[in-house]
């Protein structure tokens, strides 16, 4: 039943009329996407997660080559894609793409009226100085990460004086160290990598020796000690990086064989594929599968000295018998072929033709300073003094706050 309001009554229905039509929900000019690479990632996986279109993506892999080994894409590196405003298909194009490879590269893509283009960009970072010391009660390592002394900066430290060390033997309870070393901040302030070690120092059984980083005047860059004794010697002791001393040199019970003989070298345990580092300049005299050796190189330095390095999962590329190589050029990886119980290096040095004690030769001594050159290393030595007397290390800072 229908009733008529009277003149007196109102309605319950009330019409409502909008005086504007509804707003349609704004759409974003570009859109923004950020991928973080994760385990087993490939860029065609991150390319269409981010919804380019399947046309598209080949294009980018193609142009992103160009600057990048896309093959090269490990987890944590991170992409930011910039797409354009939709079209009327309701798709948007790729404008831009950013791969931040680490904290000092990139990699910017961008779309052009001829296709993308790909270029990689290095980073500008602030340089700000810092200073670790301590007593070294068991390890250098743990020592120095005690005093926020970071992984990086304790590697080149290590890397600086293993001309003259060894970390494992010539270290006791009570030995100090100090360096002088850069970090590098980012735009944004924060602490994203370390830089050069300006100055270190170490004091072994009381005896201190400390070294400055130089740069000569034909450009190279090495490390003095305070009369400009280079650090660097013709060999190093150990070509390896993080490995641990597991045999030494003498006559020991062989682990294969089971019986009584010399072993004519050292040898250091690592994991497989650790590089292996030419122990000096030289000339590659031999490269090949060795009996016993498994894979094994052998270096000649001067008219004295050999090195040879054995049991190599695999060869550096683009070395062959004749090769030049340089100190600390990577040669090979640690591997476990040939006689072997398990990944490792076995390393030797041939004075003549017979194997001598790495860690007891009494190596060529290294580069010494003189004249003019020795007058500019005075120079940067005492401005090195200076800034490192003024940095007051990291843990007396914490301690502070």
Do not use: C
Request: no cysteine; hydrophobic share 35%.
């Amino acid at each position: 039943m229908v009733t008529d309001a009277g003149p007196n009554m109102m309605s319950r229905r009330t019409a409502i009329t909008p005086s504007k039509p509804l707003a349609k929900p704004a759409v974003a000019a570009t859109r923004m996407h950020h991928e973080k690479v994760g385990s087993g990632d490939t860029l065609a996986a991150i390319l269409s997660r981010a919804a380019l279109s399947v046309g598209e993506r080949p294009r980018v892999i193609r142009a992103l080559s160009k600057a990048y080994n896309v093959r090269r894409i490990k987890p944590g590196q991170e992409f930011t894609l910039t797409f354009g405003a939709v079209k009327e298909d309701g798709q948007r194009d790729l404008t831009k793409l950013v791969l931040k490879v680490d904290h000092r590269n990139e990699v910017h893509l961008k779309a052009t009226d001829k296709g993308y283009e790909a270029k990689k960009v290095e980073k500008t970072l602030a340089r700000e100085l810092a200073r670790g010391n301590g007593t070294i009660n068991g390890s250098l390592y743990v020592a120095a990460k005690r005093a926020g002394v970071p992984a990086a900066a304790i590697a080149e430290m290590i890397r600086i004086y293993s001309w003259d060390l060894d970390f494992q033997r010539d270290i006791r309870r009570g030995d100090k160290f100090d360096l002088v070393y850069e970090k590098l901040i980012d735009e944004d302030g924060e602490t994203v990598g370390t830089g050069n070690i300006l100055v270190a120092s170490m004091t072994l059984s009381g005896d201190t020796r400390t070294l400055y980083r130089h740069e000569l005047k034909d450009g190279r860059i090495d490390y003095f000690d305070e009369k400009g004794q280079g650090a660097r010697k013709a060999l190093m002791r150990t070509p390896i990086n993080g490995a641990r001393l597991s045999s030494g040199f003498g006559r020991r019970k062989h682990p294969v064989l089971g019986y009584s003989k010399m072993h004519k070298g050292i040898d250091f345990a690592a994991a497989t594929g650790t590089p292996i580092f030419a122990a000096g300049d030289g000339v590659i005299v031999k490269r090949q599968r060795k009996g016993g050796y498994g894979k094994y190189i052998r270096i000649r330095h001067n008219g004295t000295y050999h090195t040879a390095y054995a049991h190599m999962s695999r060869y550096a590329k683009k070395l062959s018998v004749g090769s030049r190589v340089r100190q600390g050029q990577v040669i090979g990886y640690v591997g476990s072929t040939g006689r072997s119980t398990g990944p490792h290096l076995h390393f030797e040095i041939l004075k003549g033709d017979r194997q001598v004690n790495p860690l007891r030769v009494r190596m060529p001594s290294g580069e010494k300073l003189k004249g003019k050159e020795f007058a500019r290393f005075k120079g940067t030595r005492k401005d090195l003094d200076r800034k490192w007397a003024s940095i007051a290390p990291a843990n007396q800072v914490a301690q502070a706050d």
